[in-house]
C-alpha cells in the first residue's frame, strides 16, 4: 500500500507504479467494507489517499477546499465553525473523494443538485504524474468528466466545493413499523407528486427488516412542519410507532451528528 501525504508525493507515486507497470486502486475513504473489491488481485497497490485530508474555508467564505481522504462529518464539524456549509455526503463515515466523483447526493440536492454541481475546482494528478487543476476556465472536459465519471481521468488531490446559502435546516424524524410500508409509500408519492415540487424539500427514506425510517428536511428553519410535507401529517390512518427526533431547527453538523449516532464508528475498512 502507498499511503502519500500530499500531491507531489501522489505524483511520484504514479510515476512509479507506471515505470513498473503495477496494477493500482485508488482509495479514499474506504467506505466499502468489502475486501478484495479493489480488482487489483494481491501484487496490486492500493494508493490509500487518507492523510489528504485538510479542510480548509476560502478567506472570502466562498469555498471550501477539501483533500480526497476527509470524510463528512470533519468537514462539517470544521465548516460549522465558521458558521458555512458545503453540500456532501449523508452520513459522517463516508468519504470526500468517493462521493464527489461518483457525483453524489446530499440532503439538499433537491434544492442544489448533486454534490458534484457545487465544484469550483479540482486539483487532479493526471496518469503521467503532472498535476493541474480543472474548472470552468482551465481543462473543462476533465472538469465536466470528473463531475461523476469516477476515477478513471485521474487523481483528484484537492476539491474546491462552493459553500451554500443556507444556515439551518428543518428535521424531523418517522420511525414506522414494517406491516405500514406499503401505506407509507402511497404517501411518500403523494410527496413526490406534489411536495417534491418545493426544492426545498427532501426526503430520505429507508426500509429495514424490523423498521422503516424517514427522515424529513427542509433547507431553511421553520416554527411549523412545512406545507411541503404535509401528506406525513394530514394522513390519519397512517401514524409512526415513534417520532425519533421532533420537527427540529438543526445546523448541518448537528444534523450529521444525530443520523451518526445511529452508525457504527468504525472505519469500514
Given at each position: 500500500m ?22 493500482f486502486a ?10 478484495n473489491w479493489?480488482?487489483?488481485g ?7 489517499l487518507?492523510?489528504?485530508n ?8 466562498t ?6 481522504g476527509?470524510r ?22 463516508i ?7 461518483g ?44 463531475k461523476?465519471?469516477g476515477s478513471n ?17 428543518w428535521?424531523?424524524?418517522n ?5 405500514q410500508?406499503?401505506d ?21 427514506f ?22 411541503a ?17 421532533p ?6 453538523h448537528?444534523?450529521?451528528v ?12
Amino acid at each position: 500500500m502507498i499511503q502519500p501525504q500530499n500531491s507531489s508525493q501522489v505524483s511520484i507515486s504514479l510515476r512509479i507504479i507506471n515505470f513498473f507497470s503495477v496494477q493500482f486502486a485508488v482509495r479514499s475513504g474506504g467506505h466499502s467494507p468489502n475486501l478484495n473489491w479493489a480488482s487489483i488481485g494481491h501484487e496490486g497497490l492500493p494508493l490509500d489517499l487518507q492523510h489528504l485530508n485538510a479542510v480548509r474555508l476560502s478567506s472570502d467564505g466562498t469555498f471550501a477546499s477539501l483533500g480526497p481522504g476527509a470524510r463528512w462529518g470533519d468537514v462539517y464539524a470544521t465548516l460549522d465553525a465558521e458558521k458555512k456549509v458545503v453540500a456532501g455526503g449523508r452520513e459522517p463515515s463516508i468519504g470526500v473523494g468517493g462521493l464527489i466523483l461518483g457525483a453524489g447526493l446530499s440532503h439538499v440536492s433537491n434544492q442544489f443538485g448533486l454534490v458534484a454541481d457545487n465544484m469550483k475546482n479540482f486539483e487532479v494528478v493526471l496518469a503521467n504524474g503532472s498535476i493541474v487543476g480543472a474548472s470552468v476556465a482551465s481543462n473543462t472536459d476533465l472538469f465536466w468528466a470528473l463531475k461523476g465519471g469516477g476515477s478513471n481521468f485521474g487523481i483528484v488531490t484537492q476539491f474546491d466545493l462552493y459553500t451554500l446559502p443556507i444556515s439551518q435546516l428543518w428535521v424531523q424524524i418517522n420511525i414506522y413499523a414494517v406491516d405500514q410500508v406499503r401505506d407509507l409509500l402511497a404517501i411518500y408519492q403523494a410527496w413526490q407528486l406534489g411536495g417534491a415540487s418545493d426544492v426545498k424539500s427532501s426526503i430520505e427514506f429507508s426500509i429495514a427488516l424490523d423498521y422503516a425510517a424517514v427522515t424529513l428536511i427542509y433547507s431553511e428553519p421553520s416554527a411549523q412542519p412545512p406545507p411541503a410535507f404535509s401528506p406525513f401529517f394530514n394522513s390519519t390512518g397512517l401514524q409512526p410507532v415513534q417520532v425519533a427526533l421532533p420537527g427540529t431547527n438543526l445546523t448541518y453538523h448537528e444534523l450529521n451528528v444525530v443520523l451518526g449516532s445511529a452508525l457504527p464508528t468504525g472505519p469500514a475498512r
